[in-house]
């Protein structure tokens, strides 16, 4: 046995013990596939975290997370009699080589546009899409993708049989009539229809991202972490707690955090 079957072995071992009713840990005899799904999109997340930060030990330690959470619903599934790791492992082998006829059969391709259109076809084979609605489809992407990456998705899809705008100045029309009609919304104390009202205008910008070939998650999460590096700097300048400040002091200091991190990132720039 390799290093890494052997390290696979040693963790799946591991997982077993740790389920086992006879000396296991109560916390993980406790969980259930639904009660897990949290930790997968948790652990998932930081896996594109430590990816981004470019640290390899965190990477491997994300990775590794990410892969007990794997073994773990196949430990459970496999404890009721559903399918086991060896199951999964073959189901993506399986998968791999179906969806790739252009390196482990005789399809011949010229571009990446026609891997990717054999791709989606196969795709569509193998889920029987082809027999759809396509409402069914996006509705898959409503389901098991988070939120803004499913909106993009949707959108996607609807806009290439020409579910779309004329230009991007309807999309701009669009959202100040969705502005608008969520200011109308505050007027009332009805919360459900405030957060559809809400759910619009995010929605819209999500279109209007994808007009300009950007990114909304990427955007929002940028948007965190620069908010993080100003409030730390915020932060440091305090002399007292720092709920004793007035909103004009945190605008003075949030100002100065804001143009010390720009001068910091041209330096860094030179």
């Not at 040693?10 to 296991?24: H, T």
């Not at 391709?109 to 791709?119: F, L």
């Amino acid at each position: 046995m390799n290093l890494t079957l052997a390290a696979l072995q040693e963790l799946i071992e591991i997982v077993a013990k740790l389920r086992s009713p006879d000396g296991g840990c109560p916390w993980d005899l406790a969980q259930t596939p639904e009660t897990l799904t949290p930790y997968i999109v948790e652990e998932a997340y930081e896996v594109v975290d430590a990816i981004k930060s470019g640290q390899k030990k965190a990477i491997v330690d994300e990775l590794g997370d990410l892969l007990l959470q794997v073994v773990l619903q196949a430990q459970i599934a496999s404890e009721a009699n559903e399918f086991t790791l060896a199951e999964v492992a073959k189901s993506i082998s399986k998968k791999m080589i179906r969806r790739h006829p252009h390196v482990f059969g005789d399809v011949k391709v010229d571009s990446m546009k026609e891997i990717k259109q054999n791709w989606e076809k196969i795709k569509a084979a193998e889920i029987r899409e082809t027999d759809d609605f396509l409402s069914t489809k996006l509705s898959r992407y409503a389901r098991q993708l988070p939120p803004l990456l499913a909106a993009m998705k949707i959108s996607k899809k609807a806009a290439a049989v020409g579910f779309e705008w004329e230009n991007v100045d309807g999309v701009w029309q669009k959202f100040h009539e969705e502005v608008g009609e969520f200011e109308e919304a505050l007027k009332s104390e009805d919360k459900e229809h405030q957060q559809a009202e809400m759910g619009d205008i995010l929605f819209v910008l999500v279109q209007l991202a994808r007009w300009y070939d950007l990114n909304p998650e990427q955007a929002l999460q940028g948007t965190n972490h620069r908010f993080l590096e100003r409030f730390a700097m915020v932060e440091a300048m305090c002399d007292r707690p720092i709920s004793e400040y007035s909103l004009l002091e945190f605008e003075q200091m949030w100002q100065k955090a804001k143009e010390q991190l720009k001068t910091q990132k041209e330096k860094e720039n030179i």
